[in-house]
Structure formats: C-alpha cells, structure tokens
C-alpha cells in the first residue's frame, strides 16, 4: 500500500508533519496518514499502532476486502475522532500489481475529508 508524500485532502496541505497541532481537522487527518503509512509493528513501546501488511504478494481481488477491512479497524481503534465512510482501490500504475488506498473520512462535528 503506498500513500503519496504530498496530501491534499479537501483543500488543506498535509505536506508537513505537526506535532502539536492546534486545528482538530488537521490533527486528525494527519493522525489517519499517519496510522496508513506506519506498519504494524514498527513503533517502539507501540507495536500494535499501524496497519498490517499481511496482504502482501496476495491477488489484488482477495487482497482488496484484507486491506479494506485492515484500514477502517485501524483508523477506528487509533483515531476515534472520526470514522470511515469509504475506501476506493486504484491501480498504482508506476507499480503494477500494487494498489493505492483513498480513504474517505467524516470528523465527528466536522464534514467529509478523503485522505
């Protein structure tokens, strides 16, 4: 699963890490690439933070429910500032056979982001 470096999600730059975000919206969306780019055991003191990647080298028709269903517990158990409303599947084309996540996202109190 790749994430690409430079977000743009609903019109606000994710480009920058923040550590101390003050603008709940973008905290959280930072937190969800955050909790799409890490994998699942590479956090010290925190090796249940992240996504698992047991989906690798599997064929992309049974490795698209893994990822989807991989994605939202993720992103319900480490932000539950928001929920998941969808996950789309695109191509990478640059990398043939590999799939690029877009993840659709309300912010509780707040309106839909895709990340």
Excluded: H, W
């Excluded at 893994?66 to 996950?87: G, K, L, N, S, T």
């Amino acid at each position: 699963m790749a994430v690409q470096n430079n977000i743009v999600t609903g019109g606000i730059n994710l480009g920058r890490i923040t550590l101390n975000e003050t603008d709940t919206v973008r905290a959280v969306l930072q937190n969800v690439r955050n909790i799409l780019r890490t994998a699942l055991g590479t956090v010290p003191m925190y090796r249940e933070f992240g996504t698992d990647a047991r989906f690798v080298d599997t064929p992309i028709n049974v490795a698209t429910p893994i990822i989807y269903a991989i994605i939202r517990e993720a992103i319900e158990e480490f932000e539950p500032r928001c929920e998941v409303v969808d996950i789309d599947f695109v191509p990478d084309v640059s990398n043939p056979g590999a799939l690029l996540p877009t993840v659709r996202v309300r912010i509780k109190g707040e309106e839909e982001y895709v990340v």
